[in-house]
């Protein structure tokens, strides 16, 4: 059928219409591609021409600027300082040695220096700059920079890097970082890429090594422009990383600073706990190192003078040292007693200066022994026979199991290195460990704190904070992170009955405060600190029958490795306990001589807050104290200096 004129023209309208919006459509997306290629042409250009000329664009990562650590009070522990250093790149020096040579007329570098950074720098691709001095100070960092021109290849530059202002104070607590090495890269599947940085530094030990993955931070990135050779030409652009996380530890720098100062050149060890929220306020081992030393890189004779020392500063006494407690333990065996129903407060024991059982002889320390005993003349007079006569009636296994509540032979979770779980044996353990049955003479040793048993200075600090409480008090070291202050840890009642602390606690009391108390000489007279304690003595040999009949060696008499621990626990008030303080001081000889006046006047400063006062001290030994006093090499407090710590 032929169509008439209308419709021709519909047909045609409908045409042009969709002939208009091809076109349109065809219109825009050329116009896109044209205003893409002028992109790609005019705004891209010098980057396609690099790439046309065999360069290439690299993403490099930048280091994170790492996490600052305090103390409570805000001091600061751990740093980042501004580091002025100078790096070469090979294939620009030209002839190395000469450059270094020259190097060498505008700052310090003797030829051991020289000889550490050529090898470094022939070690390396030529076009990668290597360190060859840092830490230099501005006015030779600026002689450089002045003199650049006539140093080809080299480039003064500046960084951060870690800083410990209270050196080694805090050195066993927040330890250290050091170069990413080999080994740090094999224990990790998928180590960030961060750690191939060359020269980037991660925690060795302490906080540093145990929050490392806080501390650190992420990664910011960087374009470069790269040739074909590898050398970098300039650099496009960059985009900041973030910041590792500020720490703030529980740990009074003050307190840490007099105690550090009080244990002196001894091998020794304290602990400070808040018995409250287990805080731990001071935590120290003596002898101590210089934690800057191995950020620099440590010389193989400062490393070897530290290794050599028999007194053994590199290792954390506090956690990682295990000791067998002596005495400290025997409120261990009476509760375990107690709790038991084998013995109550007055019942007593004869004791003529030994026990024998099994065909044995065990001894007293009191050779003509202390007559008749209580519970509370036990530990006053520290009498052994008690104790082996009520951890024969006890068991082993019921003494372990109270050490463990007390939290004895228990790991505590701290972000510190190397922290010990100790031994609170009992007769699965001796099976498991020696192949062995348990024996009666185990028992006895153990109950004196001797034998297997073996404590860290922490555990005898939470064991003494728990006996003040009746609570299971953990120790914690962070306060704060990033400011957000953590969640403490409810500490729970024990299992233990009232009246069985109540008991021990008297016994404490008796031991500083009574006339023949072990540690009388050790009291505190100030009303608002009396103090609680329990010396204890730990033998490192064994005495022979022929050494009893000819008389027993004193200590001073003694090679030093051959004398006895001396230990010291406390805690203060008596009434309302808010510290709880342990003392080992290794080979030092008695307790109540080596350790107990230590942890007095660390008691004394800690409730006070600052030197201790005069007041707290019996009358007659005052002169003699303010000149110990005197003559502690106490320092100042440091503050964060402006512009320092996020440098």
Same mark, same amino acid.
């Given at each position: ?26 219109? @825009? ?66 002839? @190395? ?48 920079? @002045? ?6 290849? @080299? ?8 800083? $410990? ?10 330890? $250290?970082? *050091?170069?990413?090495?080999? $080994? ?40 470069? %422009? ?19 996380? &500020? ?39 003596? #002898? ?36 067998? #407690? *002596? ?52 530990? %006053?007079?520290?009498?052994?026979? $008690? ?13 372990? %199991? ?10 505590? &979770? ?34 004196? *704190? ?138 030092? *000889? ?33 002169? %003699? ?23």
């Amino acid at each position: 059928m032929r169509k008439n004129a209308r419709d021709l023209e519909l047909g045609a309208k409908r045409l042009t219409r969709r002939s208009l919006l091809l076109g349109g459509v065809q219109a @825009v997306v050329m116009g896109g591609l044209a205003l893409r290629m002028r992109y790609m042409q005019v705004n891209q250009a010098d980057q396609f021409r690099t790439l046309a000329e065999e360069n290439r664009i690299n993403v490099r990562l930048i280091p994170p600027v790492r996490g600052l650590i305090y103390d409570r009070n805000g001091q600061v522990l751990a740093e980042n300082e501004q580091n002025y250093r100078v790096v070469v790149v090979r294939e620009d020096a030209g002839d @190395v040695e000469e450059t270094l040579a020259k190097l060498a007329e505008i700052i310090p570098m003797d030829e051991a220096a020289r000889a550490r950074a050529l090898k470094e720098i022939m070690q390396r691709s030529a076009f990668v700059p290597v360190t060859v001095a840092d830490r230099l100070s501005w006015k030779d960092f600026s002689q450089v920079a @002045v003199n650049a021109p006539s140093l080809p290849g @080299v480039t003064p530059e500046v960084g951060l890097s870690r800083h $410990y202002p209270v050196a080694e104070d805090m050195a066993h607590v927040v330890g $250290y970082v *050091g170069p990413v090495s080999d $080994y740090d890269l094999s224990k990790l599947e998928n180590p960030d890429p961060l750690l191939q940085i060359p020269r980037f530094q991660i925690g060795k030990s302490g906080v540093e090594a145990k929050l490392e993955g806080d501390l650190r931070g992420s990664a910011g990135t960087k374009r470069i %422009e790269v040739n074909a050779q590898g050398r970098v030409i300039r650099e496009l652009d960059r985009a900041p990383g973030l910041a590792g996380t &500020d720490l703030q530890l529980t740990i009074d720098e003050g307190l840490q600073n007099f105690i550090k100062a009080r244990l002196g050149e001894e091998s020794a060890a304290a602990v400070v706990m808040d018995v409250r929220n287990g805080d731990l306020l001071g935590i120290a081992s003596s #002898p101590s190192f210089d934690p800057n030393k191995f950020v620099r890189g440590i010389s193989s004779s400062d490393y070897g003078e530290l290794t050599g020392n028999k007194y053994r500063p590199l290792a954390n006494k506090t956690v990682q040292g295990l000791y067998p #407690p *002596g005495s400290t333990f025997k409120m261990v065996t009476a509760l375990a007693a107690l709790e038991a129903g084998v013995i109550s407060p007055e019942e007593t024991v004869w004791c003529p200066g030994h026990y024998t059982t099994a065909g044995r002889r065990f001894h007293c320390w009191r050779r003509g022994g202390h007559g008749q005993v209580n519970l509370n003349k036990s530990l %006053e007079q520290s009498c052994d026979v $008690y104790y082996y006569e009520v951890s024969r009636r006890v068991g082993i296994d019921k003494i372990a %199991e109270m050490a463990r509540k007390l939290g004895l032979g228990v790991k505590h &979770d701290l972000p510190m290195s190397a922290v010990a779980t100790g031994i609170a044996p009992d007769k699965a353990w001796k099976v498991e460990n020696r192949q062995e049955d348990w024996l009666v003479g185990d028992t006895l040793n153990a109950s004196i *704190g001797q034998g297997f048993v073996l404590s860290s200075p922490l555990q005898l600090a939470v064991m003494t904070s728990r006996l003040a409480t009746g609570r299971s008090v953990d120790p914690r070291l962070i306060k704060s992170i990033n400011g957000k202050d953590q969640q403490e840890t409810e500490a729970l009642e024990l299992d233990i009955s009232a009246e069985g602390l109540r008991q021990v606690r008297r016994g404490m009391y008796s031991v500083s405060n009574s006339a023949r108390g072990t540690a009388r000489r050790s009291r505190i007279v100030h009303d608002t600190m009396i103090m609680a304690g329990k010396t204890g003595t730990s033998q490192v040999r064994n005495i022979t029958a022929a050494e009893r009949a000819q008389g027993v060696f004193r200590n001073e008499d003694l090679p030093w490795e051959r004398r006895d621990h001396g230990l010291f626990v406390c805690y203060a008030p008596y009434d309302d306990p808010r510290i709880a303080v342990s003392v080992v001081v290794e080979h030092g *000889g008695g307790g109540s001589t080596a350790a107990a006046p230590i942890a007095r006047d660390i008691a004394v400063r800690a409730m006070a807050g600052d030197l201790p006062p005069l007041e707290a001290y019996p009358k007659e030994q005052r002169n %003699e104290i303010k000149e110990r006093l005197e003559a502690l090499p106490l320092r100042e407090p440091v503050v964060p200096k402006p512009g320092r710590s996020r440098a």
